[in-house]
């Protein structure tokens, strides 16, 4: 049993007599050959999942994606509701905005004493004032969506704490006027406000300890509630940086308990790690056939079970999240994190995520961009300018002045995975010896509905790319099948720079930020207990199953 539920991205295409035939067999539906297409049979791999166990504990919950921008985008008053809200809305209704990044030290909060105040010539992410906090409300009233708050760290540290004083000198902001930030935002935003994230990456630009950073966050946290304290605002902490160790939160969770074991639970909203499958630092040059690799994968995936780890210590009072990640560090690798291979591994981070009980996952990303238009880090423009790994930029500036942001192939992953319902993980048992041609995962919906992602992370520009033909063990109870497939028909494989070329069930996102239309399912057929899909190079499919 042979289905090819929709057509195949960068086809590789099948003869015709060999699809009529498929055709005939037991009625299932089979993709046309590409017009102009050649008639040699594609290769294949054959892949035998198990559906039939029972629900893990793992819940999933496709309400665990969202964004991490940068406080000079926020700064520069770029987070407004007719540039973002239709992009956030058609992700879902519970997302969450990180305000933070590199540039969180670099900004000048304009609250309380501090409101006239001219900022200082270090304070080059921009100053952040009322008119922000007030644009950032009528966007989350419009989705629906909530905010951490990143407020400065290295300006508050005695200098000798500071790994390189040099290295971008922080605006001289004090715990009043930080204090004076969150009370605002408190104010206008409400519960709209879910934290605030005390610096970035500390342990990349202090020398303070696990134990020293927890301490400062109990600082921060203790002047916050003297100001507010009927608020009982929380913290996210330590946002530490992607080291594929978990040395630091775990001597942060260490040095929390030591405090006793409710004192994660009463200081934390939630503990952050950030996680970078690549880097594009320096001379790091990240590739798409390393993003993705199984080697890739599995250290992520160690690195997941850490964090996994580090809250059941904290039994699982205190959610574990990843509140920075894409695919590449330092603004992504150009020709991979904007490649549409990004659509794929986006969709497959996030599972791999999410099976290992991390709460939340957010992107990094820009947010009012020209596609291409990259400033370097020490330009003036550089919070406007196109980042690689970016969810979305304008075509020229004419298109961004009329906030029509088009969709990069990082968003169509995001969007793929939001059409997955909360439930909980179902092992398939796929080997990790797969890994190089095949990603797999089972959900089963809180109605009972059965749902498998396969994604076939071969290139289909590589020569020796094969189909993966997967069969499905199912419940006998299971019935009626649907996969929705997420294709590119661009040239260039997973290199392709054409996101216009991707689509989610046939459907694309507009440059208004809205869905052309629902994506489209195909009927699949089901017979004595077993379906079986063909998943072409660079393609995935979302398969529904169902009594």
């Known amino acids: 049993m042979r289905l090819r539920p929709s057509p195949a991205t960068f086809v590789r ?41 029972s629900a893990s504990p793992v819940e999933f919950d496709g309400g665990m994606q969202g964004f991490s921008v940068e406080s000079a985008d926020f700064a520069h008053g770029y987070l407004t509701k007719d540039l973002l809200a239709e992009r956030l809305k058609t992700l879902g209704p519970r997302g969450v905005l990180r305000l933070g990044g590199y540039s ?59 790994k ?10 004090t715990m009043d006027q930080v204090v004076a930030e969150v009370k605002a935002a408190h104010a206008t935003l409400g519960d709209g406000l879910l934290s605030v994230e005390v610096g970035n990456e ?20 203790a002047e916050i509630d003297a100001a507010l304290p009927h608020a009982h605002l929380k913290m996210t902490g330590p946002s530490a940086n992607t080291a ?45 056939a390393q993003l993705m690799s199984p080697d890739t994968y599995l250290k992520a995936r160690t690195k997941l079970e850490g ?63 020209v596609c291409g238009d990259f400033k370097p880090r020490d330009s003036a423009d550089y919070p406007i300018s196109y980042r690689y790994y970016g969810a979305f930029c304008a075509a020229d500036q004419a298109q961004l002045d009329a906030h029509r942001l088009s969709a990069s192939p990082l968003y169509y992953g995001l969007w793929a995975f939001r059409q997955l319902p909360q439930g909980h993980f179902v092992d398939l048992g796929l080997s990790d010896d797969a890994l190089g041609k095949l990603r797999a995962y089972g959900i089963e919906g809180r109605d009972g509905t059965l749902h498998v992602v396969l994604i076939n992370v071969q290139d289909p520009a590589a020569a020796d790319a094969t189909d993966d033909t997967v069969t499905i063990g199912l419940p006998r109870s299971m019935h009626t099948a649907r996969a929705t497939a997420l294709v590119s028909s661009a040239t260039g ?13 046939g459907a694309k996102v507009t440059s208004a930020g809205t869905a052309d239309r629902a994506p489209r399912s195909t009927p699949l057929r089901i017979g004595a207990g077993r379906s079986t899909v063909t998943v072409a190079p660079g393609s995935a499919q979302i398969i529904s199953i169902s009594r």
């Not at 390189?164 to 902001?173: F, G, I, R």
């Not at 990349?204 to 921060?220: C, G, I, R």
């Not at 009463?266 to 790690?273: C, D, F, N, P, V």
């Not at 986006?346 to 995520?353: I, K, Q, V, Y």
């Open 307 to 369: 964090i996994k780890a580090v809250g059941e210590r904290l039994h699982h009072t205190v959610p574990m999240t990843l509140n920075e990640s894409n695919s590449a560090s330092c603004s992504g690798q150009p020709g991979v994190s904007n490649a549409y291979g990004s659509s794929l591994w986006a969709l497959d981070h996030l599972l791999e995520t999410a099976r290992n009980g991390v709460s939340r996952l957010l992107f990094h990303t820009n947010t009012a961009a």
């Open 202 to 221: 500390y342990d990349n630009v202090t020398t303070l300890t696990p134990a020293e950073m927890w301490s400062t966050v109990k600082q921060y946290q």
């Open 164 to 173: 390189n004083p040099l290295k971008d000198p922080a605006p001289q902001v």
């Open 493 to 505: 494989g997973l290199s392709s720079l054409d996101a216009e070329s991707i689509t989610l069930g």
């Open 13 to 53: 295409p099948a003869a015709l007599a060999a699809a009529v035939a498929l055709f005939a067999c037991a009625g299932q539906a089979v993709a046309a050959p590409a017009p102009g297409s050649d008639t040699t049979a594609p290769a294949a791999t054959p892949f035998a999942l198990d559906a039939t166990g």
């Open 244 to 288: 594929l160790t978990n040395s630091v939160i775990d001597g942060f969770a260490d040095a929390a308990l030591a405090d006793g074991t409710g004192a994660p639970r009463r200081a934390l909203a939630e503990l952050s790690s950030h996680l970078y499958a690549g880097s594009h630092c320096g001379t790091s040059t990240a590739t798409m």
């Open 104 to 162: 969180m030290d670099l900004v000048w909060p304009a609250f309380g004493a501090y409101r006239d105040a001219s900022a200082p010539a270090q304070a080059i992410g921009g100053t952040v004032d009322q008119a922000d906090l007030d644009g950032l409300k009528r966007l989350l009233d419009a989705t629906g969506w909530k905010v951490t708050l990143g407020v400065p760290l290295k300006s508050l540290l005695d200098p000798a704490k500071l």
